[in-house]
């Protein structure tokens, strides 16, 4: 199923659109946490063929989904809080749920940019990648690419 394309723009506005209105209800480490990961995003925007500003902003997305759960669980008062708080902490709240869809859209992203998959599992398969290098184990003789004519049953030619 292919996803449709989202611009890294976009994701990175709607977060700090609902940050900002989840910060009415929240403050401490929430804002911290997740307008720190909207600059890291805003590095990836910058730096378009950066796979490191990418991967950076996909890990920091995954770990603000577990901070924003254990700050939201934390602090959420259901009987006292205001209409302006409630409407807080709902977007909050929304921001949280979005999150692992933006996750999927950047890490789509970070895929075209030329990164690889995340989790490499040795026991599912043998794996795809081919070094230029070979191993000590290698059951395989090495090529010497500088041997020249000579070394192949060839008659070396006079000058």
Known sequence: MELPTVNLKTI?????????????TFSGPY????????AVGVWAVAQRDSIDAISLFL?????????????ISVFYQRASFTDTERFGAG??????????LSCCFVYHMYRERGGELLLHIGFLGPSEERSDYQTIDSPEAPTDPFVGSEGRGHSPQGY
């Open 12 to 24: 990175l506005l709607v977060h700090w659109l609902l940050t900002t209105w989840g910060c009415i």
């Open 91 to 100: 977007m909050a709240i929304l921001s949280l749920l979005l999150k692992p």
């Open 31 to 38: 804002p911290w946490a997740n307008f720190t990961i909207l």
């Open 59 to 71: 890990s920091g997305l995954v770990a603000t989904i577990f901070l924003d759960i254990v700050h």
